[in-house]
């Protein structure tokens, strides 16, 4: 039953920030690659915190209330016998603040995993390479030169976000369509996040490899569901306040377990 719970992978995946935790705990050496990135996602966390959060919960807050009245207005002429209602609109709107602050956290995880991940990218590289060696007893790293190795990553971030956009702007006209079309939007959201950090987090042992884009795509999606919760449990812990300042090395360094351990024996 063991064996083929760790084949499917859905709670494997999940449980690679663990074990990456596990190998700092083991592995006092590796902590020294941790300080810088840190630093610089306690900045740009600084940065995001201070410029969305207090603007967009004021947001959340205008838009529940313009809504609030609207049901009010609705519900005003109904008879005597429905007043119960009102209550129901009240919590209806307290979960509606709930779900957009959520969704609110997770656009600022999001966007920290983005720029911290770019800013730290000398650091992670260093951590994914220790913990490639430390795993599989050597790093492979395929050389192009200092500028074709900046083009690839410039290139890399490009293709994410074309990816973002291609599929991100049809899913945001689906809302337009209550009910199926904001379902299928919300499910669509929350995968193409999913797969966009499972690209940054796989990216240090992959892009090492110097594999095209898609064929990163393509292991990603091939190494489902074990990458999609493990994806998950990271989307996760990037939405905490706080706790995502301190939380990209340790995906960084999940993911890298996660490619030794479930990708490079099948490259």
């Not at 990456?20 to 740009?44: D, E, H, Q």
């Not at 509606?96 to 997770?106: I, M, P, S």
């Not at 890399?156 to 006209?173: A, S, T, Y």
């Amino acid at each position: 039953m063991a064996r083929a719970i760790s084949r499917c992978g859905i709670l494997t995946g999940a449980t690679y920030p663990l074990r990456a935790l596990v190998v700092f705990r083991r592995t006092p050496r590796l902590w020294g690659y941790l300080v810088m990135p840190i630093l610089v996602n306690l900045m740009v966390g600084i940065a995001l915190y201070a410029g969305l959060l207090l603007p967009g919960w004021q947001g959340v807050e205008v838009l529940t209330v313009h809504l609030n009245n609207w049901f009010d207005r609705l519900i005003a002429d109904l008879p005597a016998w429905l007043n119960y209602l009102e209550f129901l609109i009240i919590g209806l709107g307290w979960l509606l603040r709930f779900l957009l602050l959520v969704g609110l956290l997770l656009v600022i995880g999001f966007l920290l995993l983005q720029f911290g991940t770019l800013l730290g990218a000398p650091w992670y590289g260093q951590l994914s390479e220790k913990l490639e060696k430390l795993r599989t007893g050597k790093v492979k790293i395929v050389e192009v030169g200092f500028f074709r190795d900046i083009g690839r990553a410039i290139l890399f971030e490009v293709k994410k976000l074309l990816l973002l956009l291609g599929v991100g702007v049809p899913l945001l006209l689906l809302h337009w369509f209550p009910g199926i079309g904001t379902f299928v939007a919300t499910v669509g959201g929350i995968t193409i996040t999913a797969t966009i950090t499972c690209l940054d987090f796989f990216d240090g042992p992959l892009e090492r490899r110097r594999l095209r884009f898609r064929t990163k795509l393509k292991i990603v999606w091939g190494a489902l569901p074990a990458s999609a919760s493990f994806s998950l449990v990271c989307l996760g812990l990037m939405s905490v306040p706080i706790l995502n300042l301190l939380i990209i090395p340790l995906c960084v360094a999940s993911g890298t377990l996660f490619v030794c351990d479930r990708v490079l024996p099948k490259l």
